[in-house]
């Protein structure tokens, strides 16, 4: 037999310290409340956005069954359950490598149901403090990932209920380490105790959302790894010829979608692919092989996708090339290109012209919210597109088609080589076109030609300085549009044989919003400019909390692209209340959201305060200019004058120096009125000491840095504050009523002992 003696001195020897137990009920409990919100806030975040398993809901209950065996065994070994934990556990992370294989693509909901079902098994064994820590990460990362997927305000309620739930478990937590057992119900301050969370509530979101709006937004997606849904599979035989748009029905057929050779049909029965009609309440009606502009009506809005992008732009979907007379359609369908997805990855890689151009990268991801036609909506110049089906086709304009309809939840990920727009460099682009553009987008019909041309002509004659290049001209009579002519909701339709241009131009003075497009599409062709019509969104309303772009369907429009010679196509946009250049590339902005925020905050505002706040904007900036002057009107004096300046900006920052120490005097003295007795005079000791070189370390507790002062201080001092910081962590913590009167006779105590013991040193160095 080993004796006992050797066995209690061997290092091999078996610890025989039980488990430290976390008998606390409401710390567990809050525990929970936690790691539910985090399985909830996954689930709401991914509605709308992403697959998700409505299952993932029962891993609530679960995990709730799991913490109340936990707290009836947590000071049992429980050597079987725990290896019957680690089994689940192999299993769960098994089926997880199985669906990595199977779905490949975005991740992160399938690690989110890793994440639960290993938290719903970790439930079952939670003896220790330390143990409920690894649950309260295990709710941080599920809050993370959800905001990862949110795209909504419906996260806002889920962040703020975690934590209201984190800050009372992070004192409790923070007591359990000093080993003091929370106050009984029966004693617990309701009223202070409700009032400093809601302060401290306050101050951690007023405090969260000033981070956010102020940190730097860096060029550049650092992980490619993008977001794309779950692969869709699709019969043979896609060959992107067909337009899928919901809103337009077969003209041969009853309630069937899609389209042969011929193009768009009527719209829901309601209307005629030429000739009048009415447009579709929700789908936009320029989604379509066939154009028809003699349709009338407005859409009920509805947004239809959510985008982030590095950049805002013009959602491009759909370009025309041939004009009809009363809209457009797309001459060289059967031309389509299918394009086939890399084995290996969710890519696909674009054909793109080659440009002389500077461009840059720019990434976004498309979350479709309400069914849209199978035409993928891209900034220009896509080169990389992460699409959930296996093909994809591109037209000979550059446009995108998948093999089915962008039905709502589809996520998928377009990198682009968006070109910087220079206006200079563009003016100077050649006039030569290839035989191709002047084929396809100089087509403009014989009978309307000449007298487009005379009025086109007669516009560009009316600036006030000669425009001799193909930029300053559309740019020119975009603007003209804009000016001279009007939107008429009450447009009257187009006879069989009367011309949109025409009449636009020369009868109605105007029409409807594409009808703009439309026309200085055709006046530029009419003098020789190549030019399309583009259809597509709008960049929509920015969300600066969410960081997405929130696109209506009324944000659908088409504007003119032109053609420039070895640098490409650039859009004009000639609508009233439009901005004449569409969303163009900037160089990157750091801090690009304090400005969308103040723009957003800014159009809630009223005009008095709006103009109050301009006020003080151009008050301060008129004060900078003047130190900027006097500090150069000194310069300007030589040496004197630079000998001057420094002296006054010396002066200047000892005033400052001056007053902000008062300041912080004035504020200190302050808050300490308002703090209770106990924690004023702890404070007033922290703040006594930190002056006399002994500050407290914020790692520190209380009970750590009075330890320490025993070797810094007289013991004296030191016992006197030990007793001030005792005090405290039994007010603060336990609930416990103090003495005032006697810890303000230690802080006193601690003063006159320090200035008795430095006295006489103070003596002998006059001396």
């Known amino acids: 037999m080993v004796p006992t003696q050797w066995l209690a001195n061997s290092r091999l020897a078996l610890p025989t310290n039980p488990v430290e137990v976390e008998d606390s009920i409401l710390l567990r409990t809050l525990v929970q409340g936690l790691v539910t919100v985090g399985i909830a806030s996954v689930a709401v975040a991914a509605v709308g956005v992403t697959q998700a398993s409505l299952w993932n809901l029962l891993a609530i209950p679960l995990s709730g069954v799991g913490a109340w065996v936990s707290w009836q065994r947590r000071r049992k070994r429980n050597i079987t359950l725990k290896f019957a934990i680690a089994l689940g556990m192999l299993i769960a992370l098994a089926a997880f490598f199985s669906r990595i294989i199977q779905e490949p693509g975005d991740t992160r909901i399938i690690l989110a149901e890793l994440l639960i079902q290993l938290q719903v098994l970790h439930s079952f064994d939670l003896p220790r403090r330390k143990d409920l820590g690894y649950s309260m990460v295990i709710g941080l990362i599920l809050l993370a990932v959800a905001a990862t997927i949110s795209q909504t305000f419906s996260f806002a309620p889920m962040l703020l209920l975690f934590l209201a739930l984190a800050l009372p478990i992070l004192v409790l937590d923070y007591q359990s380490r000093l080993g003091l057992k929370p106050a009984p119900w029966r004693q617990m301050r309701v009223g202070p105790t409700l009032r400093q969370f809601l302060v401290m509530m306050g101050i951690t979101v007023s405090l969260g959302l000033v981070i956010f709006i102020f940190l730097p937004r860096l060029p550049g997606y650092q992980i ?21 748009n919901p809103g337009y029905l077969n003209d041969a057929g009853q309630g069937e979608q899609g389209f042969g050779e011929g193009g768009g049909g009527t ?61 457009w359609e797309i001459s060289r369908n059967e031309e389509v290109q299918t394009l086939p997805r890399s084995r290996f990855a969710n890519k696909t890689l674009l054909p793109i012209e080659p440009t002389l151009n500077r461009s840059r990268e720019v990434v976004q991801t498309y979350t479709v919210v309400n069914s849209l036609p199978n035409l993928i909506p891209a900034l220009a110049q896509a080169r990389e597109l992460y699409f959930p089906t296996r093909e994809v086709a591109i037209d000979r304009e550059g446009s995108l088609r998948s093999p089915v309809g962008l039905e709502e939840g589809i996520t998928y990920t377009v990198v682009s080589r968006v070109p910087f727009r220079d206006r200079s460099l563009l003016r100077e682009a050649a006039t030569e076109y290839p035989a191709e553009i002047r084929q396809h987008h100089l087509q403009v019909p014989e009978a309307i030609r000449d007298r487009v041309r005379q009025r086109t002509e007669e516009l ?48 109605t003075q105007g029409g409807y919003p594409d009808h703009f497009s439309t026309v200085l599409t055709v006046m530029l062709r009419s003098i020789g400019i190549p030019a399309r019509l583009v259809a597509g969104f709008g960049e929509g309303q920015f969300n600066p909390f969410t960081g997405f772009y929130v696109v209506q369907n ?30 163009s590339l900037r160089e990157y902005e750091t801090f690009s959201t304090v400005r969308q925020v103040w723009n957003w905050v800014a159009g809630w505002l009223p005009s008095p305060v709006l103009s109050w706040l301009d006020g003080l904007r151009q008050l301060a900036t008129e004060a900078m200019v003047f130190v900027l002057r006097a500090l150069g009107g000194l310069f300007r004096l030589g040496w004197v004058g630079i000998a001057l300046g420094l002296a006054g900006a010396t002066a200047l920052a000892f005033v400052g120096w001056l007053a902000w120490n ?14 209770p007795p106990t924690e004023r005079l702890y404070q007033q000791m922290l703040t006594w000491l930190e002056e006399q070189g002994h500050p407290k370390r914020p790692s520190e ?12 201080i007289h013991a004296t001092q030191a016992q006197a504050a030990g007793e001030i910081a005792q005090a405290y962590v039994r007010w603060r913590y336990g609930g416990e009523a103090q003495n005032a009167t006697y810890l303000a006779e230690k802080l006193t105590l601690i003063r006159r002992s320090y200035a008795a013991q430095n006295r006489p040193r103070w003596r002998l160095r006059q001396g």
Do not use: C
Not at 224 to 244: H, K, L, M, R, W
């Open 662 to 675: 008062w300041l912080r005097l004035g504020w200190r003295r302050w808050r300490w009125r308002q703090l």
């Open 701 to 712: 507790t209380p009970s750590e840095y009075s330890q320490r002062l025993y070797q810094q």
């Open 460 to 507: 560009l004659a009316t600036s006030p300085t000669p425009l001799t290049d193909p930029y300053e001209k559309a740019l020119y009579l975009a603007q003209a549009l804009k000016q001279r002519y009007t939107i008429q909701p009450d447009l009257p339709f187009f006879a069989d044989d009367q011309d949109l241009v025409e009449a636009f131009l020369f009868i």
């Open 554 to 583: 009324t944000d659908a429009y088409a504007l003119t692209e032109v053609y420039f010679p070895q640098y490409g196509w650039f859009g004009f946009d000639p609508i009233p209340g439009h901005e004449l250049l569409p969303p």
């Open 267 to 327: 719209i829901q029965g309601r209307g005629q692919s030429t000739g009048p009609g009415n447009v579709d309440s929700t789908f936009y009606y320029g989604f379509n092989q066939t154009m028809n502009q003699n349709l009338r009506g407005t859409m009920t809005p509805q947004v239809v996708l959510r985008v982030r992008s590095q950049a805002p732009g013009f959602w491009r979907v759909l370009a025309f090339d041939r004009y009809t007379g009363q809209g």
């Open 224 to 244: 490619q790894n993008f977001p794309v849904s779950s692969t869709i599979d699709i019969d043979e035989g896609f060959d992107g010829q067909s337009i899928i």
